[in-house]
């Protein structure tokens, strides 16, 4: 297991954005001699079961995308007009969306590297004006249309398609998961071919 994040401090207002992590007294699992934490709720407990990654990674990761949220917000130049979407997989970390400059596309990165326990990071912030509600929206449905592909065409036999994280913005989907090349490989072919896709962007953990 990779080893736990959860004895760092973290500024205050990430803290009470893992309010939803729910502390267990009983029967819980032990990370790293830290007190046990679960994840709430049903959908949590199905991403553990169906994820390759160990819960106390899952919970790892959850904690360094609230971490680099807190950190890229708290900077000065990143403001309301700056829309960075950020997801985390076996510590990498994602940047999608969009900024108001050069400057601050490359802030992000420097700020995101700075987080405890960030094994990489790949920008792919563009500069460029804030989406609309419409283009989210957009967004919303490119990832249930890439998603609902890998279910229905199951690109590996055996493959369990709710392992990859599909991260969609205008019009380019990123993957992320723990898979083998062979998988990756698949996966992204299957995603190519969605009607709306315009680039595909691996960002897999590889198991081999």
């Not at 283009?135 to 709710?162: M, Q, R």
């Amino acid at each position: 297991m990779k080893r736990s994040i959860l004895k760092t401090p973290r500024p205050l207002s990430v803290l009470m954005s893992l309010a939803w992590l729910l502390p267990v007294t009983t029967g819980a699992f032990a990370l790293s001699g830290c007190a046990a934490i679960v994840v709430g709720g049903v959908a949590a407990a199905t991403v553990v079961a169906t994820d390759r990654r160990s819960t106390g990674t899952v919970i790892d990761d959850q904690t360094i995308e609230l971490s680099v949220v807190d950190h890229l917000y708290s900077a000065e130049e990143i403001g309301n007009e700056d829309h960075i979407k950020v997801e985390v997989y076996e510590g990498v970390v994602l940047l999608v969306g969009e900024v108001v400059s050069e400057s601050n596309r490359q802030l992000a990165s420097r700020r995101a590297t700075e987080v405890d326990h960030v094994e990489r990071v790949v920008n792919e912030l563009e500069v460029a004006a804030k989406a609309s509600t419409g283009e989210k929206l957009d967004n919303t449905w490119l990832t249930t249309k890439v998603n609902t592909a890998l279910i229905k065409e199951n690109p590996v036999a055996g493959f369990d398609a709710t392992r990859v994280k599909v991260v969609s913005s205008k019009n380019n989907v990123y993957l992320m998961g723990l898979v083998s090349r062979k998988e990756g490989d698949a996966v992204a072919e299957v995603a190519r071919n969605v009607a709306g896709v315009e680039k595909v962007v691996k960002v897999f953990s590889y198991m081999d």
